[in-house]
């Protein structure tokens, strides 16, 4: 399993193509080599985003933002994340209009859609649930709907998510072994993000599971900090390290 960082942990550093290169060339020194991307400002264009990953010797696998946003602009996403190589095209949260059976229906018509315009550059779907998702239509499982109704769709899994609405995050991992493509590890303690592995999260053998699913890549993410978020990124990652 490669480790790696989610770009969003750093939103605020990255509104023009002279911050993300000093952001990249910082991952590039704390030895991250992977990356997820995600909130780099429009400013920025894909060819500078591009050029500063392999200015940096860093590899992007994904692109993520939420599935309005990717709705508004799938140019640009797309573009974007076959700039800088990215397998997946990553879709977070079901939508609101879309939180009904009915809903779900549509909403897995439209990512089939979208991955229909994908395949042929070599990209593919994937969603990243939220933890309102699995609880989005009363009764159902929403996300277990969608999978079913999309049986070649992987999952972005973020685990702090993940743990407010399930109680056996390495049994949840397990069960959809081979559908999870990349997980997030992300911490809180008393309301308030931390580095993975300082809050309260029950981390014992969720790393081991994601290893048991065929899970590829592992990005440490916080998007919020107290102290500076390079050490806290770099606290994360040593600490996943470990695990």
Known sequence: MELGIQ???LKPLLNTPEQVD???ARMAQMGCRWVQLQWIAPAVSPEDIAAALN???LRSVSVQDFCTAIRENPEYYVNLNQRTGGRWLCVSRIPEECKSPQGLAEFARELEALNDKLSPLGQQVC???VSADFQAVPGLDAVEV???KLPWMPLCLDL???NRCCGDMPGYIRRHAGRI???HFKDSRDGRLVPAGQGDTPW???AQACRDAGVEYAFVEQETWDGDPFQCLQEALDWLKTQ
């Open 204 to 206: 014992e053998g969720v």
């Open 22 to 24: 000093q952001v990249f």
């Open 181 to 183: 493509c990349m997980v």
């Open 127 to 129: 969603f990243h649930p």
């Open 160 to 162: 702090y998510h993940l």
């Open 55 to 57: 200015r940096h010797g």
């Open 7 to 9: 770009v969003s942990s």
């Open 146 to 148: 969608l999978l079913k």
